[in-house]
């Protein structure tokens, strides 16, 4: 089941290796992680999805919960979690039709152009992997030179009571 | 306080009640050592850091607090590895101190530098690498307690000399928080009510006792629980004497190279009382056909033991002790707990397998050696074996009287183990005997601790079991690989009488049970560190067997 872990680490140095090692040790596969800075300077979130049969998440959760600087760990609620991938996507342009139509694309997927030359065009977008993913698959039809995707952040919906 | 960072680092091991480390000294961790001198803490130099690791962790098993090892940075940090692996499979307290380059230098190749952060981090709770002299009193209580809370593990902490050179004042904190940190002991006690409810209406209970109960030193609750609700009580090899193995209602370990018994029974039962055990393969054999059509309640400290390797039905997360004594707390006052027919049925299987397998005919065999070292030895000596045969029979023929005092690296399985850990087992209870259950092998391999444990006096008795090979991968070559013999015969080299004289030691060669007997009483009188050298047939097996990758039930009961 498509899953988001997120959690809440130490801001200092060798946390990340931590978790990855522990995630290669334990032979889990996840498939992204991303991480930022939170509202308080000594906090990371580090955001990561992974698809797997529930007993692997739950596995990947309480192994996480082991390491030490991770302060807080929860399993998003999909229902109740607004999550968000941004890729940057190149793509090489013949002439002018192109142009005109990966604008058009690019503007009903509420993407942003970001960056445009003679020849290549640099399209923003973000939201779920599912809405980049059919965006890639169309925009593929032409010339995409490179790419990068961010992998997936999240947050849950609402204000927890306290 | 204005102190270096290595006054501060030894202050702080004062201050945790450390009395004793084992190391070795090098340029990385100098200051260290040169506060050492001016120290009530006694130095044990070590041969080879991995033995110092051993002995910290058998120190640390007997005493129930963190050993403590230090080494230089470089190869005196990697020659640590294999002992903090083995502690950290076992779940073992230690804090294994290092030195490192100055912190300029670090990332630099310097001369013996070494990222021995990256190297343990799979292998530790925790790796510390303070970055002040301000920062040490803290970082030494964070890693005691660590080490030694929740569930038992080693720690690392690596420091830069430079760091340890550095003058600043330091103060030190009488409490340390971990936010990222809290290990859980009480359990949640409507799981304890279902777990009573379960083993109350069980027909065939059976206790699988763990290396949890040995670590968290529940030796008692586990006796009142077992005998209130009469239920048999098998152990797995991490918790061998974890409950009386003369006991009426023990079975002894499980596994694969378990009693037949309990092997047997366990796989008959319908409800299993897991407590502290991490269902490890070794124990359980195949993960899917252990437990089938069983109910199981597992009481474990770390949470994610719990479904890791086998979906239980009631998990119960915490201490064992306090886990226990909540178990019998709620128990119903007059509890009429009818176990006839189950406990008929483990006497039956008892008396079937007691004489099923054949002793091995010789004069002296391992079986006989070890059966006469229990006779001939007091109730609360403490045992450490090596790995292998020597290893598996201890278990199977060495029966543990008191809980709590049997040692082996049952996790990582680590030849060379038992020998360094007898000493640090020695210098937590000097006034205990301490025996290693050797095999020649194993014992080459870190025998040169005889020198530490003839100059520290920290007296042990090596029983070694010499079949000059190394016997357990021997057995494996017959047994799976139609005897194609290679890389397993030690050609009776060396002579270990003179090798133990050559350190000053003292050696026996016993070569009948009179003298197996004599020798035994010779080495407990003396008290001088003794090898016993046991000559045994190369072909003597360990069985019953349990083959990799099969069921508890399918055992192999001879040869
Ligand atoms: C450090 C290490 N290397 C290799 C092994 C693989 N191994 C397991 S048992 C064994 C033989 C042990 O021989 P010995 O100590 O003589 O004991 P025996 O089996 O003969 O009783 C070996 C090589 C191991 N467990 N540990």
């Given amino acids: ?162 | 306080m204005e102190l270096s960072g290595a006054k501060a680092f030894i202050k702080s091991l004062e201050a945790e009640g450390v009395n004793i480390v084992f190391g070795m000294p090098g340029g990385a961790n100098l200051p260290l050592y040169d506060e050492l001198y001016s120290s009530n803490i006694r130095h044990i130099l070590v041969r080879h850091e991995q033995s110092a690791a051993h002995m910290a962790d058998g120190y640390a098993r007997v005493k129930g607090k963190a050993g403590v090892c230090f080494a230089t940075s470089g190869p005196g940090a990697t020659n640590l590895v294999t002992g903090i692996g083995t502690a950290y499979m076992d779940s073992s307290p230690i804090v294994a101190v290092t030195g490192q380059v100055p912190r300029a230098m670090i990332g630099k190749d310097a001369f013996q530098e070494c990222d021995i952060i990256g190297i343990c981090t799979s292998i530790t709770k925790y790796c510390f690498q303070p970055y002040s002299a301000k920062e040490i009193p803290e970082t030494v209580k964070k890693a005691f307690y660590l080490a030694e809370s929740g569930r038992p593990a080693p720690v690392l902490i690596d420091l830069p000399k430079d760091v340890q050179q550095e003058i600043a004042d330091v103060e030190f904190p009488e409490l340390v928080k971990i936010r990222g940190y809290k290990p859980l002991i009480d359990p949640d006690l409507d799981q304890v009510k279902n777990a009573i409810e379960l083993l109350l209406n069980a027909e065939r209970p059976i206790i699988m006792a763990g290396g949890g109960v040995n670590i968290s030193g529940a030796f008692h609750e586990l006796q009142i629980l077992a005998e209130m609700l009469m239920i048999p009580v098998a152990t797995t090899f991490k918790g061998k004497g974890a409950f009386p193995e003369m006991h009426p209602l023990a079975l002894g370990p499980i596994g694969m190279h378990g009693h037949a018994e309990a092997n047997k029974l366990i796989t008959e039962a319908d409800v299993l009382l897991a407590i502290g055990s991490r269902f490890s393969d070794r124990s359980v054999g195949r993960f899917d056909e252990f437990g089938k059509g069983m109910k199981i309640i597992h009481i474990d400290i770390d949470p994610a033991e719990i479904g890791k390797n086998k979906q239980v039905d009631i998990p119960i997360i915490g201490d064992v002790k306090a886990s226990l004594r909540a178990i019998i707390k709620m128990l119903p006052n007059v509890i009429k707990k009818d176990n006839t027919l189950w406990l008929k049925r483990v006497k039956e299987v008892k008396e079937y397998y007691k004489d099923y397998i054949k002793d091995y005919p010789r004069d002296v065999t391992a079986k006989k050696a070890l059966k006469k070292l229990r006779e001939v030895l007091p109730a609360e000596s403490i045992v450490t074996t090596e790995v292998g045969q020597c290893q598996m029979w201890a278990s199977l023929h060495f029966d543990v009287i008191r809980p709590g005092t049997f040692f082996s690296s049952t996790g990582l399985g680590t030849m060379g183990f038992g020998f360094p850990a007898s000493i640090g087992a020695k210098a937590a209870k000097p006034d205990v005997p301490v025996v290693d259950v050797a095999g020649d092998g194993s014992f080459n391999m870190t025998e040169n601790s005889l020198a530490v444990s003839v100059l520290e006096e920290l007296p042990v008795i090596v029983f070694l079991m010499n079949n000059a090979s190394l016997g357990m991968v021997a057995q494996w070559q017959r047994m799976f690989y139609s005897r194609r013999m290679i890389g397993i015969d030690l050609k009776k080299m060396p002579d270990f009488v003179k090798l133990a004289e050559a350190y000053g030691a003292q050696g026996i060669n016993a070569e009948s049970m009179q003298e197996i007997e004599n020798g035994i009483r010779t080495a407990l009188k003396s008290n001088l560190t003794t090898v016993i050298n046991i000559p045994i047939d190369p072909e003597e097996n360990v069985l019953p067997f349990v083959a990799p990758g099969t069921g508890l039930n399918d055992m192999i009961l001879s040869a």
């Fill in chain 1, 1 to 162: 089941m498509f899953s988001i872990i997120s959690a809440l680490v130490e801001n200092k140095p060798g946390v990340l290796f931590r978790l990855t090692n522990m995630i290669r040790a334990r032979n889990f596969n996840i498939d992204s992680l991303s991480v930022g800075p939170t509202e308080h300077s000594d906090l990371s979130r580090i955001t990561i999805t992974m698809d797997q049969d529930e007993h692997m998440i739950n596995q990947l959760v309480k192994q996480m919960g082991k390491l030490i600087d991770i302060v807080e760990i929860t399993r998003l609620d999909i229902n109740n979690t607004v999550y968000r991938e941004l890729a940057l996507i190149k793509v090489k342009i013949k002439g002018r039709e192109e142009r005109t139509e990966i604008i058009n694309l690019t503007n009903i997927f509420r993407g942003k152009i970001i960056d445009i030359s003679k020849n290549s065009i640099m399209i923003e977008i973000t939201g779920t992997k599912d809405k980049i993913d059919a965006f890639i698959g169309l925009i593929k039809e032409y010339n995409i030179v490179e790419m990068a995707r961010t992998g997936i952040t999240a947050l849950a919906r609402g204000v927890k009571s306290e």
